[in-house]
């Protein structure tokens, strides 16, 4: 089946640093990439979105591109900021069915400080 | 426009007891999701519904029951509570239907409920 695999946290990174965050899949078809952000008490958002090989998602700063044949969809960012401190969920959705139904990874912390 | 809206935000039940959780959203979308979430486990999909009228089950539904009241309302009832449960829970929904190329579609998700079962 689906699955996808990111990066375990915490990161923790100081202010201005780069960010990536790594994320890879397995899928039986040509999915769409997502990620997803989720702020202390909140529910989750979406960031970027990837929609076929070789497509660059980008929102806020970050970005990611969606790399066939490596199954990867890494987020990066040049310069990071204490108010990107959240938990960063990569996510696929596969064709096939009537309804996207996400398949998400575990999860990656980012702390962001001074 | 509220965007997904879920009720109550917090809940603690004890072992056998029932409850409902209640979204709603104010989109005009025509799936509409639950998950739930656990630490180290990312988000699991319990049951889904396509579009009004409609239902399936997801990854985790043991233990749950689904209604789509109408094209706005998807609710989640625990029929008899167990500590396993204890998770949180997220409604959201997306502007796709049942036509092919709906998995490009984005989903957006309301605020949880925790919920705790002693």
């Known amino acids: 089946g689906d699955s996808v695999t990111q990066m375990e946290g915490p990161v923790t990174l100081s202010e201005e640093a780069f960010l990536t965050i790594n994320c890879t899949y397995t899928a039986t078809g040509y999915p769409s990439l997502f990620w997803y952000v989720q702020y202390p008490g909140e529910g989750l958002q979406l960031l970027l979105k990837?929609?076929?090989?070789?497509d660059k998602g980008s929102n806020k700063g970050f970005e990611a591109t969606y790399r066939k044949e490596t199954t990867s969809f890494h987020l990066e960012k040049g310069s990071v900021q204490v108010s990107d401190s959240a938990v960063y969920f990569c996510a696929l959705s596969d064709q096939g069915g009537t309804a996207s139904k996400l398949t998400f990874g575990t999860g990656t912390r980012l702390q962001v400080t001074l | 426009n509220a965007g997904v809206t879920q009720t109550p935000k917090f809940q603690v039940l004890k072992t056998g007891q029932s409850m409902t959780l209640q979204c709603a959203q104010d989109?005009?979308?025509?799936?509409m999701y639950w998950y739930r979430q656990d630490p180290g486990m990312g988000l699991r999909l319990i049951y889904y519904s396509a579009s009004e009228g409609t239902t399936d089950k997801g990854e985790v539904p043991n233990g749950y029951n689904v209604s789509r009241l109408n094209k706005r309302e998807f609710s989640l009832r625990l029929e008899s509570a167990a500590p396993s449960q204890t998770s949180v829970y997220f409604c959201?929904?997306?502007?796709?239907?049942?036509?092919?190329?709906?998995?490009?579609?984005?989903?957006?998700f309301g605020p949880g409920t925790r919920l705790t079962v002693l």
């Open positions: 989109m005009n979308h025509n799936s």
């Open positions: 959201a929904s997306s502007e796709e239907g049942p036509w092919f190329g709906s998995y490009t579609d984005t989903q957006y």
């Open positions: 990837a929609t076929k090989a070789d």
